[in-house]
């Protein structure tokens, strides 16, 4: 009998929960295990360093479990960790593993969403200082001029279900008009935070029409769609039962209350041993 060997999924929090909804939409026969490291989230503000080291810790953790793939669906991670752990942990360590992040399936197809070759960024701190989407974007396509906005008060307003009400207005409004500000000739704006979907409403609202939001779910999914099929090596191995797993660092009970408005639907999570 084939051991189990899913795909793994990690962010910080809650917000990967978002991609992996795409992902299991697009691929729904394969084995999935989500992990947050909600015990240590966020993420955001931490120094690259401590980011990487979480961000590995919780890599291995998903290999332990049988995972050959993992994705960080995690922007902060894949900013600060993700180049360390392709280039010196996996060839060291775990050779035929493979980790993948997802800035740079957005930066390959951005340039298909913006008429003015001007476009939006809007992460959190950490996210933002590291300039990875400026790099992979320019590596892509040097046209384009990219705007980055910090938006530090909205992956807790999310986090603690807020988002949507009155007082969260006051920091979409801020951060919508800090990034505007740089330049009225964007015409997309990158959600470089895979929180950011659920406030998606309110972006509409308040930013000016005309201008396309882009999530980055779907963009994920497809991309992984592809990556399997050039890789028949690593779709090989993946099992599929169409089971979900869902694991936290954090509480499961508050886990499981605050995720199923990322997933969409209900779920039971396990604590990480």
Known sequence: MKE???IGIFDSGYGGLTVFRSIAEKLPDYDYIYLGDNARSPYGDHAF???????????EWLFSKGCNLVILACNTA????????????????YPGK???????PTAEVIDSFTKTKKVG?????????SESYLLEINKFFPKIKVYQQACPMWVPLIENNEHMQPGADFFVTEYCNALINQSSDIDCVLLACTHYPLIMPKLTAILPAGIEILAQGEI???????YLKRH??????ISRTANKSFFTSGDSKTFDEHAAIFFGEALQSGKMK
Do not use: H
Not at 49 to 59: A, D, K, M, N, P
Not at 98 to 104: A, E, N, P, Q, S
Not at 232 to 237: A, D, K, L, N, V
């Open 49 to 59: 360093e401590t980011i990487y080291q979480y961000t590995l810790e919780c890599v």
């Open 121 to 129: 960024v809007m992460g959190t701190r950490g996210t933002v200082n």
């Open 4 to 6: 189990s060997s899913p």
């Open 78 to 93: 894949s900013a600060k960790a993700l180049r360390t752990i392709q280039q010196k942990d996996l060839p060291s360590k």
């Open 232 to 237: 028949p090596e690593i779709e090989s191995t």
């Open 220 to 226: 994920v999914a497809d991309s992984l769609v592809d």
């Open 98 to 104: 493979k980790v993948l992040g997802v800035i740079r």
